[in-house]
């Protein structure tokens, strides 16, 4: 009979194994949107840390990390190329601009409900986004009134009741992790996607594009604030899963 250590063991295996392949759904809606409207492509990069594996794939260099948080498209952002080429992110409209920002954020909302017609059939699907959706709004509610600045997924998952679904619960847990990515990249902050597209409209009301050292500055700022939230988060979420491991 396995141990609760192994079992969970498994669980953080096999979840890790799924936020990867989320990361890549999230930065390949960012790809085909990009692509969609002739804009080039130069990088796209799943995780952080040393590189793992790379390879050119449809005019992108593509690298895989060894660490399964956060990931970046990098857009061809400087002079049009020759005729029938990939073009320059920066020559395109507002609304072409928001519509690549969002694209990852999508792309992961898709999945979830993707994931939750595997694991409920389709007839539940919209009932789960909508408890997931309401799990997300509590969460937020939560940080917002300083009640769960350090609850984070785990709180989500006792109260989705993943983690003591055992391996039915896969396909929810990562329609979870997948609307938590969504959500949390649309946080109002540089360098997530919500901080991008602040900005595409701040430059579209001025009418100009902010200078590189300005859209630096807010950048820093905005990784700074990321940077201090994820430690409280990974602080909170290791003493959680250790809590749990002893149990």
């Not at 979830?112 to 709004?137: D, H, I, K, Q, R």
């Not at 430059?203 to 300005?214: N, Y």
Request: hydrophobic fraction near 55%; aromatic fraction near 6%.
């Amino acid at each position: 009979m396995p141990s609760g250590c192994s079992i969970a063991g498994v669980v953080v295996l096999v979840s890790v194994a799924g936020l990867y392949l989320l990361l890549v759904i999230h930065e390949a809606g960012h790809w085909l949107a990009a692509r969609s409207q002739g804009v080039g492509v130069e990088r796209l990069e799943i995780g952080i840390g040393p590189a793992i594996a790379g390879a050119n794939l449809l005019q992108t260099r593509c690298v895989l990390r060894l660490l399964p948080f956060g990931g970046s498209v990098r857009l061809l952002d400087g002079a049009e190329g020759g005729a029938g080429s990939l073009g320059s992110y920066e020559t395109r409209t507002i609304l072409q601009k928001a519509f690549i920002a969002l694209a990852g954020p999508a792309a992961n909302v898709v999945a979830a409900a993707s994931l939750l017609a595997v694991s409920a059939g389709t007839g539940a699907v919209w009932e789960g986004v909508m408890a997931l959706v309401g799990l997300l709004a509590a969460w937020i509610s939560r940080l917002i009134t300083g009640a769960g600045l350090l609850e984070s997924v785990p709180w989500l998952l006792t109260e989705a009741g993943v983690w003591q679904g055992g391996a039915t619960s896969y396909p929810t847990l990562l329609a979870l992790m997948s609307l938590y990515i969504a959500a949390f990249n649309l946080l109002p902050l540089l360098p997530l996607d919500g901080g991008r597209l602040s900005l595409i409209i701040a430059e579209g009301i001025l009418g100009h594009r902010l200078s590189p050292a300005a859209a630096g500055r807010l950048t820093f700022a905005g990784a700074a604030v990321l940077i201090v939230f994820c430690l409280f988060v990974v602080y909170e979420d290791l003493v959680w899963i250790v809590g749990n491991l002893a149990a």
